[in-house]
């Protein structure tokens, strides 16, 4: 009986290598994710880490639905013109790359991060990707422009089949840790409330 067949068959999988393309090629492939978020903000001057959590919702083709539910309600949505905020049930906040260009510029990168485009990407940091076996992988970004050089020292986000973890990395030597969780891909269009809150403001 030959066994090296078999070896190879079975060793093959294993030693595939994740990539950055096959990495957008799979973020691609999911036109729709909805994940829960825990994120803490670590603050040197504060001796406790901020904590908040929510819903996160990204959509390909349509932008970033950003839902904290504690400790306090905001909503931040994200499209391809426009960033608006909302705190606590006040006046919505709208921000256009009119009204504030580095800060839309900043949010339009979140979609990129989110997404892992790698032309976006490339055109603002220099990356160190790497595959981390069993198909899991680490993407660590540093900034190559401006105001992203001036703000963060790097990004850092980790994942497998999902994008699960974040951090940012500031030149103030606070950091921000996202963990997302409970990924879903279904349905796979937004629903009737989702697109509401996309069309909003």
Partial sequence: MKIWPLLA???APLAHAVTLDELQQRFTEQPVVRAHFDQTRTIKEMPQPLRSQGEMLIA??????WDQTSPFPMMLMLDDSRMVQIVNGQPPQVITADNNPQMFQFNHLLRALFQADRKVLEQNFRI??????????TLKLTPVTTPLDK??????LGGKTYL????????????????????RLTPATLTDDERKRFAAQ
């Fill in 60 to 65: 390909r083709d349509t932008g970033l639905l």
């Fill in 151 to 156: 703000i963060f020292t790097s990004i850092d």
């Fill in 128 to 137: 160190d990707f790497k595959d981390q076996g069993n198909d899991r992988w």
């Fill in 9 to 11: 068959l079975l060793l």
């Fill in 164 to 183: 699960e973890t974040i951090q940012l990395n500031d030149k103030q030597g606070d950091r921000t840790d996202i963990i997302l969780s409970k990924h």
